[in-house]
């Protein structure tokens, strides 16, 4: 077994940073949708609030109660993994079951509210061991501060795992990809090849009939 030093480790847990939080504007009828790349068997937890343009100050206030968001995610087969209208503010959770692409899609859940106005959407997206609230997690198990950064490492640890899994998944795909156009390549070229030679010989074959029935042959 290779064994992988502190520093790599340190490393791998830095770059494996799945928080990502924005916001964006939305307009009458618009659908957003966003693009996350997760693993199997992984929490994603999506945070987010409603705003609504105040065109009296300028500026975005809270929605009122009426408004909501219709929230879908779709898996890389493109099933349908949730799909339900939340209220202006709250939580979204699921847990991917395929490697791979999902794509996350918010638009209102009514347009009567907007009369040209816009909506202003903040979305906070905590993918694996950032989706855990390790301070619920200590207070319900009665962890101490070492046993709750061991917990958090180990989970860390695992999401790593699962992410290079799935980049070996990327990779194996990417393989089977390349050699499926390689393969193309190669069966075009020939038959390319073989329609100029098929061409080639029927002018000099037709050239040979003209000549002789000129009799310059």
């Known amino acids: 077994m290779k064994l992988i030093n502190?520093?790599?480790?340190?490393?791998?847990?830095?770059?494996?940073d799945y928080a990502s939080a924005l916001y964006f504007h939305i307009a009458e009828g618009e659908r957003k949708c966003?693009?996350?790349?997760?693993?199997?068997?992984?929490?994603?937890?999506?945070?987010?609030?409603?705003e609504l343009f105040d065109p009296r100050s300028g500026g975005f206030m809270p929605s009122s109660p009426g408004i909501g968001m219709h929230v879908e995610v779709r898996d890389p087969n493109d099933r349908?993994?949730?799909?339900?209208?939340?209220?202006?503010?709250?939580?979204?959770?699921?847990?991917?079951t395929t490697p791979g692409e999902h794509v996350l899609c918010m638009?209102?859940?009514s347009t009567a509210w907007?009369?040209?106005?816009?909506?202003?959407?903040?979305?906070?997206?905590?993918?694996?061991?950032?989706?855990?609230?390790?301070?619920?997690?200590?207070?319900k198990d009665k962890l101490s501060e070492l046993q709750l950064r061991i917990r958090q490492l180990l989970d860390q640890v695992h999401q790593i795992t699962k992410e290079q899994s799935y980049q070996r998944h990327r990779e194996e795909r990417f393989r089977q990809?390349?050699?499926?156009?390689?393969?193309?390549?190669?069966w075009w070229s020939l038959l390319?090849?073989?329609?100029?030679?098929?061409?080639?010989?029927?002018?000099?074959r037709h050239l040979k009939s003209f000549f002789e029935a000129k009799k310059l042959v």
């Open 80 to 96: 349908v993994v949730l799909s339900r209208v939340y209220s202006s503010e709250g939580m979204i959770s699921f847990t991917s």
């Open 114 to 139: 907007f009369s040209g106005s816009q909506l202003r959407v903040h979305l906070d997206i905590q993918v694996g061991e950032h989706a855990v609230d390790y301070a619920n997690v200590a207070q």
């Open 177 to 186: 990809t390349s050699e499926s156009t390689n393969s193309r390549v190669l």
């Open 107 to 109: 638009y209102s859940n």
């Open 192 to 204: 390319q090849t073989g329609v100029l030679v098929a061409i080639g010989y029927w002018q000099m």
């Open 34 to 50: 966003f693009i996350e790349e997760i693993p199997d068997d992984t929490t994603v937890i999506v945070n987010y609030k409603v």
């Open 6 to 16: 502190f520093s790599s480790l340190v490393t791998l847990i830095l770059v494996l």
